[in-house]
């Protein structure tokens, strides 16, 4: 495990900002809230920001009832400097789903893989289940107790991404869960799990389930109009948990393109994987093995010529079949 005075000394006397992902989940923000807190306790200041937008009601609600402060693009861009240090956080650069602020990205701490290696000055990137874990790893090794709000965030945000230590979960995250669980607090937890859904919510179940197409055991479906990343991910388990389906590939169209969320539950369909090769040359995407995220922006949208849903599902099927046959002939 990286040694986070490193990351300390590194950012004395210098402003920080610790940047998400662009629409950040709860698990990117409770690790850069608690990274914030963790280096506030070492005399560093810093400030929490990401791109996009927080579009999902339960976690407007999480950063207003933990009293968590983050900031947009736009409200920094005035203020961002070329000599600012930026700290990846649930994300990496070139990640594609980080917008490259003004700053000097010297930091990344995260749970994905790397597709773009970047030479940070400190570096701790893992596949544990969440990257809330990691940072509650760190006070752990300090043997620091987080505040309640702190150790709240943070152990929420491993529910969630772990889907309440049901998928991807390591033993990293049940010793950071066994860590957290008796300093947060258990009344604001479960006002947070118990409110994920809003009533409009409803209209995306629907068309996820009048829209969904099984091929073997590959199952697609589109929402034919905007949802927010936090709902298509919902939909991605949701179709994942039909006996039928064992990769799920749940797509929706935006105004700046088409966003994906994917799931396998196979050994030999790694999510990410299938999501980086499946939009290579038309987008981005990636992830873990079982879950992950894409998008295809909007100016690329003209080369899916002809029907649209066909040719997306061609491509992640034409890579499915590739892998299951790999895996066939290595038994």
Known sequence: MKDIRELITLCRNKRVYIQTHNFPDPDAIGSAFGLKMLLEHYGVSSKLCYDGRIDKLSTSRMLETLGIEMFSGDELASELCDDDYIICVDSQKFSGNMTDF?????????????????????ADIREVGACSTIITQY??????KPDAATATAMLYGIKMDTLNFTRGVTMEDIEAFAFLHPLA????????ENNQLEFRDLRAYGAAIEN??????????????????????????????????????IYCAREDGLKFSVRSERDDVDAGELTHQALDGLGYGGGHAMMAGGQIPAANLTQLV?????????????IVDSTKAAASEKK
Do not use: W
């Open 139 to 144: 006070y752990m090794d300090r043997e620091l």
């Open 102 to 122: 003004t700053g000097d990205e010297v930091a990344a701490i995260d749970h994905h893989p790397t597709y773009v290696e970047v030479a940070y000055q400190y």
């Open 306 to 318: 002809g029907d649209p849903d066909s040719l997306i599902q061609e491509r992640f099927l034409k």
């Open 212 to 249: 969904i197409k099984v091929f073997g055991e590959t199952g697609f479906s589109r929402i034919p109009f905007s949802c927010p990343n936090a709902m298509i991910a919902i939909l991605s388990d949701f179709i994942l948990s039909l006996v039928e389906v064992d990769v799920a590939v």
């Open 185 to 192: 607090d258990g009344k604001i937890m479960s006002q947070l």
